[in-house]
Nanobody, 116 residues
Framework: VQLQAFGGGLVQAGGSLRLSCAAS????????MGWFRQAPGKQRELVAG???????NYADSVKGRFTISRDNAKNAVYLQMNSLEPEDTAVYYC???????????WGQGTKVTVSS
């Protein structure tokens, strides 16, 4: 399985970005999919996850601002990020894994920079 994330960039605080992640190699319609991020000097953290049934969970820091979604027909997962803050600056990674298990497959990351 290969995951390719894209959509990062430079945005001013308060702006929006939409990250996309396309999977290839096998269908991930039943997989758990998610977005992680790692800021400089910090540990990687889960931003949002979504099950095959559409149940979602979010880090407290992004609740109400970020929305994760998936399109099983396109084997893709998305992260809509609104009201971005400088603290959201990080490299964002998409990930996938078997339902009920840990994330197994990882994308290469896309950098998001939010200027104040």
């Amino acid at each position: 399985v290969q995951l390719q994330a894209f959509g990062g960039g430079l945005v001013q605080a308060g702006g929006s970005l939409r990250l996309s992640c396309a999977a290839s190699g096998r269908t991930l319609s039943r997989a758990l999919m998610g977005w992680f991020r790692q800021a400089p000097g910090k540990q990687r953290e889960l931003v949002a996850g979504i099950t095959s049934g559409g149940s979602t969970n979010y880090a407290d820091s992004v609740k109400g601002r970020f929305t994760i979604s998936r399109d099983n027909a396109k084997n893709a997962v998305y992260l809509q990020m609104n009201s971005l803050e400088p603290e959201d600056t990080a490299v964002y990674y998409c990930a996938a894994g078997p339902p009920g298990q840990s994330y197994t497959y990882w994308g290469q990351g896309t950098k998001v920079t939010v200027s104040s």
